[in-house]
C-alpha cells in the first residue's frame, strides 16, 4: 500500500536561511508527488507537484522539490526563509486517492 | 474561476444528531474527494466522486456516507455523531478528466464540533 512519511513533526529555521522539509514515500509504481501547505483554520494550499520529467519542481512561494527515486523522497526546499512560510507542510502521494503525510510545522523565526 | 466552496464554515452537533456537509467544485471539475482532518488521525480519506459515481472509499463506517449532484456539487452525511466526528472536514475538488488530472484544490473546510 502506498505511504508517505515526513520524519519530522517540527522545523525550526531562522528567516533568511534555507529550509528543508523531509518527505519519502512508499508505492508500487510511479508515484505522483504533491506539498501542500495549511495555515490555521484553513484548507490545504497546493504548492507544487511531480508526476513525470525533471526532477526539480519548482512551486509556488519560492519553494522548490527534488524528486530522488532511488531514496525514494520528494524534500521540500526554500533557498531562503521568511517568517510568514511559518505554517503546516503536508506531502502527499496519488495512487487512486490522495495520502498524506503526518504533518510538519515550519517555524521561521525571525 | 472561483475556487471550492464548502457549507458551512463551522458547525456544533449534539451526540446522536445527523449532519449534512455540502462541496461546490471548481466549474468544470467533477470530481470531489472528503477528507477528515483530526490532531490525532490527521488527514484521513473518506470519499471520491465523479460524474455522480462513488469512485474509491475511505475506511470509515457506514454512518458516514457522500453523494454527489449532477451539476458536480457533493453533500457528505455523517449520521449518529460521536464525539469523535470533531474535525475539520475538508473538499477536494479534482481536474480528473481535464487537462490537468492531477489537479486538486482544498476547500476550506468545515469544522464539526461534536458535543
Known amino acids: 500500500a502506498q505511504s508517505v512519511a515526513q520524519p519530522e513533526d517540527q522545523v525550526n529555521v531562522a528567516e533568511g536561511n534555507p529550509l528543508t522539509v523531509k518527505c519519502t514515500y512508499s508505492?508500487?509504481?510511479?508515484?505522483?508527488l504533491f506539498w501542500y501547505v495549511q495555515y490555521p483554520n484553513r484548507g490545504l494550499q497546493f504548492l507544487l507537484k511531480y508526476i513525470t520529467g525533471d526532477n526539480l519542481v519548482k512551486g509556488s512561494y519560492g519553494f522548490e522539490a527534488e524528486f530522488n527515486k532511488s531514496q525514494t523522497s520528494f524534500h521540500l526546499k526554500k533557498p531562503s526563509a521568511l517568517v510568514s512560510d511559518s505554517a503546516l507542510y503536508f506531502c502527499a502521494v496519488r495512487v487512486q486517492k490522495l495520502v498524506f503525510g503526518t504533518g510538519t510545522r515550519l517555524l521561521v523565526s525571525p | 474561476k472561483a475556487g471550492v466552496t464548502q457549507t458551512p464554515r463551522y458547525l456544533i452537533k449534539t451526540r446522536g444528531q445527523q449532519v449534512t456537509l455540502s462541496c461546490s467544485p471548481i466549474s468544470g471539475h467533477r470530481s470531489v474527494s472528503w477528507y477528515q482532518q483530526t490532531p490525532g488521525q490527521g488527514l484521513q480519506f473518506l470519499f471520491e466522486?465523479?460524474?455522480?459515481?462513488?469512485?474509491n472509499k475511505g475506511n470509515f463506517p457506514g454512518r458516514f456516507s457522500g453523494r454527489q449532484f449532477s451539476n458536480s456539487r457533493s453533500e457528505m452525511n455523517v449520521s449518529t455523531l460521536e464525539l469523535g466526528d470533531s474535525a475539520l472536514y475538508l473538499c477536494?475538488?479534482?481536474?480528473?478528466?481535464?487537462?490537468?488530472?492531477?489537479?486538486?484544490?482544498f476547500g476550506s473546510g468545515t469544522r464539526l464540533t461534536v458535543v
Open positions: 508505492v508500487s509504481g510511479n508515484p505522483y
Open positions: 477536494a475538488s479534482g481536474a480528473l478528466g481535464t487537462g490537468d488530472p492531477y489537479g486538486y484544490t
Open positions: 466522486y465523479f460524474s455522480e459515481t462513488q469512485r
